[in-house]
């Protein structure tokens, strides 16, 4: 249902479709990026393998400015 603000007719639906999107790319980007660095970071052991891929999920994460995305999620 489209929404008044001011004399901008705001539909709250695509809104939402596009919120429901971008956390999607992101999350995939984010997680080909980590993929692809595993191999440059590899370890003798799996036992800190869960470490390693958290910290290349969140530098992967890190490249992309998330200020537009907050904004539009507050």
């Given at each position: 249902?489209?929404?008044?603000?001011?004399?901008?007719?705001?539909?709250?639906?695509?809104?939402?479709?596009?919120?429901?999107?971008?956390p999607n790319s992101f999350y995939t980007e984010v997680i080909r990026n980590a993929q692809t660095?595993?191999?440059?970071?590899?370890?003798?052991?799996?036992?800190?393998?869960?470490?390693?891929?958290?910290?290349?999920?969140?530098?992967?994460?890190?490249?992309?400015?998330?200020?537009?995305?907050?904004?539009?999620?507050?």
């Amino acid at each position: 249902m489209p929404i008044g603000k001011g004399s901008e007719v705001v539909d709250k639906s695509s809104n939402i479709g596009s919120l429901r999107q971008s956390p999607n790319s992101f999350y995939t980007e984010v997680i080909r990026n980590a993929q692809t660095a595993q191999n440059k970071f590899p370890l003798n052991s799996r036992e800190n393998e869960r470490s390693r891929d958290s910290l290349l999920c969140y530098l992967a994460l890190r490249e992309h400015d998330l200020s537009d995305f907050t904004a539009r999620v507050s």
